[in-house]
């Protein structure tokens, strides 16, 4: 996949990662990025043309694809975090989540893989870049509604990507632990430079990558995945709730 002369859309991108994607792809030589938002006003990428998009609105998500005819890269970025946890949160701030992260990314994808699909051509249906978490993979207690939705957005990430298999469309998935936007800005704990998970992303996207780990955190949390759940969250097991060894 060439970024230059590529022509891009990335949702989510008044802010945080999804401006640093937008802002480097310019740089690369994109020909064309399309920097989306639910408030367009909000986008403020020099050289990008700005598009109004609501992934979790089928109307907005339908007429950002009929504008955007002719993308060959598209960056599903948008995203939201409730700080919610699934047991005690607010289950309309979790629905919120999932509607995002998982419909909403899908109502994208399923919008977008026929204008990928066309615009391809012959050498290949283009390319889709989900930015997925480290929190994919293991859950954290002040953010378990996101972890849940991220957990899904990585198998739909998974799904898509067998299905669009046969229009030669590579879809990869972007990891990362913390990253210092405003979507952290309320937590105090090492955080990645956006500009370096973004730079990281877009050379797996022209390595035809299928999955970027970003740090330490994410292939840690990846690594994890084979471990028994006792030994990633310690304190759920019984013997940590007594203090001795369950008998």
Do not use: C
């Not at 051509?121 to 849940?148: E, F, H, K, P, R």
């Not at 210092?180 to 500009?195: E, I, R, S, Y």
């Not at 022209?206 to 471990?227: F, I, N, Y």
């Amino acid at each position: 996949m060439d970024i230059a002369g590529s022509i891009a859309l990335v949702t989510g991108a008044n802010r945080g990662i999804g401006r640093h994607v937008a802002t480097q792809l310019l740089a690369r030589g994109a020909a064309t990025v399309y920097a989306t938002a639910r408030n367009p006003d909000a986008v403020d990428v020099p050289g990008a043309r700005v598009l109004a998009l609501d992934i979790t609105d089928p109307a907005s998500v339908a007429a950002a694809a009929q504008a955007a005819g002719d993308v060959t890269l598209l960056v599903n970025n948008a995203g939201i975090s409730t700080y919610t946890d699934l047991v005690s949160g607010d289950l309309e701030k979790i629905r919120l989540e999932v509607e995002t992260h998982v419909f909403g990314t899908l109502a994208v994808v399923r919008a977008f893989a026929p204008v990928l699909a066309a615009t391809g051509g012959g050498a290949g249906g283009g390319a889709i870049l989900n930015v997925l978490s480290a929190l994919s993979w293991t859950s954290y207690q002040g953010a378990t509604a996101y972890a849940a939705a991220k957990a899904a957005e990585w198998s739909l990430t998974n799904g898509i990507r067998l299905e669009l298999a046969g229009q030669r469309t590579l879809v990869t998935g972007l990891h990362t632990g913390s990253v210092d936007t405003d979507m952290m800005a309320g937590w105090d704990v090492p955080k990645n430079d956006p500009a370096d998970v973004v730079r990281a992303a877009l050379d797996g996207i022209e390595a035809d990558a299928l999955e970027v780990l970003v740090d330490d955190a994410s292939r840690q949390a990846k690594a994890a995945l084979g471990l028994d759940p006792s030994a990633v969250y310690p304190q759920a097991t019984p013997a940590a709730w007594t203090g001795t060894a369950a008998g």
